[in-house]
């Protein structure tokens, strides 16, 4: 039987991971995953590729603000926009789409400790961006994720992982939304159809390995492991894949320790 063992939100994107014992899907995906983001002068993403130090900067979504916090830093406030504040246009890789900038107070406290200007903005609920239609046909909407709502990772994946490195990596080098058991390694890679309460998702896409994977996520260094080793057995169509990306169809909770049934699968790629 398949099972969630965790659920993580990532409400900056880059920032530190949040386990959670459940979210709500809502039309991006999990509620306040990736709605807050670091973007530079120019209005383009920050992320962990630039400053792996972006990994300790803590933000916990509030009813009506999101709260900071880093190392050497005092605890930042800042409030979520009202509905219909203005916005400017940033970029997410090749999208642009319209975001709120969350003010000077919040752009100083980010600029302190990265130690670049930066500045913060907000993904309002209005906002248009979707999903690549070459993988997902329905172009769903998407907040500041790198492309596709849902990051699925088996617990098994990461243990065959573990088994070919000299030292084992935690679960949150992969920054996944839902973590699962029951599964043999890799064998999320198959998922064209799965079901979680009720609540059906496609899986649309491998996903493709940054360098973030090679950030320790509490300190923010960066060493070879895992891609090196990655890189000489799960290479597909010229990238190092771990995970798969799912877009859901409907709205809804999903919490841990509900069962996953997979509808349609394929057989995997062996390496």
């Given at each position: 039987m398949?099972?969630?063992?965790?659920?993580?939100?990532?409400?900056?994107?880059?920032?530190?991971?949040?386990?959670?014992?459940?979210?709500?899907?809502?039309?991006f995906?999990?509620?306040?995953?990736?709605r807050?983001?670091?973007?530079d002068?120019?209005?383009?993403?920050?992320?962990?590729?630039?400053?792996?130090?972006?990994c300790?900067?803590g933000?916990?979504?509030?009813t009506?603000?999101?709260?900071?916090?880093?190392?050497?830093?005092?605890?930042?406030?800042v409030?979520?926009p009202?509905?219909?504040?203005?916005?400017?246009?940033?970029?997410?890789w090749?999208?642009?789409?319209?975001?709120?900038?969350?003010?000077?107070?919040?752009?100083?406290?980010?600029?302190?400790?990265?130690?670049?200007?930066t500045?913060?903005?907000?993904?309002?609920?209005?906002?248009?961006r979707?999903?690549?239609?070459d993988?997902?046909?329905?172009?769903?909407?998407?907040?500041?994720?790198?492309?596709y709502?849902?990051?699925?990772?088996?617990?098994?994946?990461?243990a065959?992982?573990?088994?070919?490195?000299?030292?084992?990596?935690?679960?949150?080098?992969?920054?996944?939304?839902?973590?699962?058991?029951?599964?043999?390694?890799?064998?999320?890679?198959?998922?064209?159809?799965?079901?979680?309460?009720?609540?059906?998702?496609?899986?649309?896409?491998?996903?493709?390995?940054?360098p973030?994977?090679t950030?320790?996520?509490?300190?923010?260094?960066?060493?070879?492991?895992?891609?090196?080793?990655?890189?000489?057995?799960?290479?597909?169509?010229g990238?190092?894949?771990?995970?798969?990306?799912?877009?859901?169809?409907?709205?809804?909770?999903?919490?841990?320790?509900?069962?996953?049934?997979?509808?349609?699968?394929?057989?995997?790629?062996?390496?």
């Amino acid at each position: 039987m398949i099972r969630i063992t965790s659920l993580h939100i990532y409400p900056l994107k880059g920032g530190r991971g949040i386990a959670v014992d459940q979210f709500d899907l809502d039309r991006f995906g999990p509620r306040d995953d990736r709605r807050w983001m670091v973007v530079d002068p120019d209005g383009a993403l920050v992320t962990q590729r630039e400053f792996g130090r972006l990994c300790q900067v803590g933000a916990v979504p509030e009813t009506a603000s999101l709260r900071l916090t880093a190392p050497g830093q005092s605890p930042l406030t800042v409030p979520r926009p009202r509905t219909g504040a203005t916005t400017r246009v940033v970029r997410v890789w090749d999208d642009h789409v319209g975001a709120v900038d969350l003010g000077d107070e919040a752009a100083q406290w980010l600029t302190g400790f990265l130690g670049a200007p930066t500045r913060l903005v907000y993904c309002p609920d209005d906002a248009e961006r979707t999903t690549d239609p070459d993988y997902d046909a329905v172009g769903s909407p998407v907040s500041f994720a790198d492309g596709y709502p849902v990051l699925v990772v088996s617990e098994a994946s990461l243990a065959d992982l573990n088994t070919r490195l000299a030292a084992p990596l935690p679960m949150n080098r992969f920054r996944p939304n839902i973590v699962v058991t029951g599964v043999e390694p890799f064998g999320e890679d198959g998922w064209r159809r799965f079901e979680v309460a009720g609540i059906p998702f496609d899986g649309v896409k491998l996903c493709a390995r940054c360098p973030v994977p090679t950030t320790d996520q509490d300190t923010g260094e960066r060493a070879p492991e895992p891609l090196r080793t990655m890189a000489t057995f799960r290479k597909r169509n010229g990238g190092v894949m771990f995970g798969m990306n799912a877009v859901h169809r409907a709205l809804g909770p999903i919490r841990v320790g509900d069962q996953v049934t997979v509808v349609r699968a394929m057989i995997p790629e062996t390496a």
